[in-house]
């Protein structure tokens, strides 16, 4: 095979594989490869993937075989949490070329010059040093960037595969991610969002915890928003629910999944959490900051969970309001304690209840979008709209905005919301925008 000019990075899943597919990026960029938005035509094609439901896994096997259709043979690289959690399997299975894990991808030129010559190139090591360190400094950047803090999970909630794939919670150093904010601001970033598989367990050995970390970047000039996803409850410390009252910057938004509304089935998820102590956490944040907007995800068919179990969850929506959810139905992985247990929901069940799950999380939206009419709000222009002069950028609520303006992407501009749907908002700009 010979070596790739050409290369495109095709990211599945969640926003920290987005994050990892920009650095490949930006690495292999380093090497001289120029990136291509069409992946038909790349020589390199790094599949970054994600394991997290079977459906998401299966992806991958089905786009190996369509990049190869027309007797094409460009080199496959597959990366992120399938190729952590399958290694030679897919080498066995797809015949790809380079398989490279989460934490192991600074070294994708070297197995991309493997695979040139011929050589097996595989890495799924989980090193005791941090890739970050080993990847190029941050050059570009939209108005909105992500930035990982976090890695890995140490809860070992028993339907997951994250503490497989990402491994064991680790937190990045302080000054290095201050740095790496600096440098995103420098490169146009106005909005960066903390990436963690569990943000606010984020910590240093001085102990500033998450909250210690966006009081830093809130004094970083030129940054607008701040953002962090995705929280786990037990780790919703008081200084960062004070934090969303002390600090203007950061946003009125919080993601943090409660799985279910049944305590009998948050136990048998190992989630550590009760119905009622995150009901609480949520009233804390509430007082902190009366507008947040709350998110959250759901399964629904977990192995027993019953009819009762499953109102629960449904109480639990009504209880709290949500701005915005996601919810899935209960998929069994491999290695999991949960695909080991009894009670299987058949899946014209699980259907039914994910029916009527995200029928209640829609109205809740709605209801949600609807009550922010006639605010006026600051919105962060992201992209040009559909419609000539139309842009669409968010509120601080994390909602899509669309408005008329002037105004330049990556302005921040105020904004009268005249206009609300399910998925969308409509808006006036009220104030001509300081850049
Ligand atoms: N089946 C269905 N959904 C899952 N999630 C995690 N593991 C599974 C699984 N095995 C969901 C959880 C998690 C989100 C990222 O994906 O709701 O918060
Ligand atoms: Fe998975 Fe649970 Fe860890 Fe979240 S907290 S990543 S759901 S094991």
Redesign the pocket.
Known sequence: MTTPKTFHVKSFG?QMNVYDGERMAELMAAQGLSATDDADAADLVVLNTCH??EKATEKVYSDIGRLRKDGRKPMIAVAGCVAQAEGEEIVRRAKVDVVVGPQAYHNLPKLVADAAAGRAALDTDMPAASKFGALPGRRKSGPTAFLTVQEGCDKF?T????PYTRGAEVSRPFDAIVAEAKALVDAGAREITLLGQNVNAWDDAEGRGLHGLIHALDRIEGLARIRYT?SHPNDMREGLIRAHAEVAKLMPYLHL?V?AGSDRILKAMNRSHTRDSYLRILDRVRAARPDIALSG???VGFPGESDADFEDTMSLVAAVGYAQC????????PG?P?AEMDGFVPAEVMDERLQRLQAALNASQLAFNEATMGKPCQVLLERPGRKPGQKVGKSPWLQSVHLETDAAIGDLVTVEIVQAGPNSLGGVERVQAAA
Do not use: E, G, L
């Open positions: 969640c997290i439901r909630c339907y997951c595969v994250v995705t999944p799985q995800d759901f399964i996601f919810s899935f139905k209960y998929s069994a992985r999991t949960a």
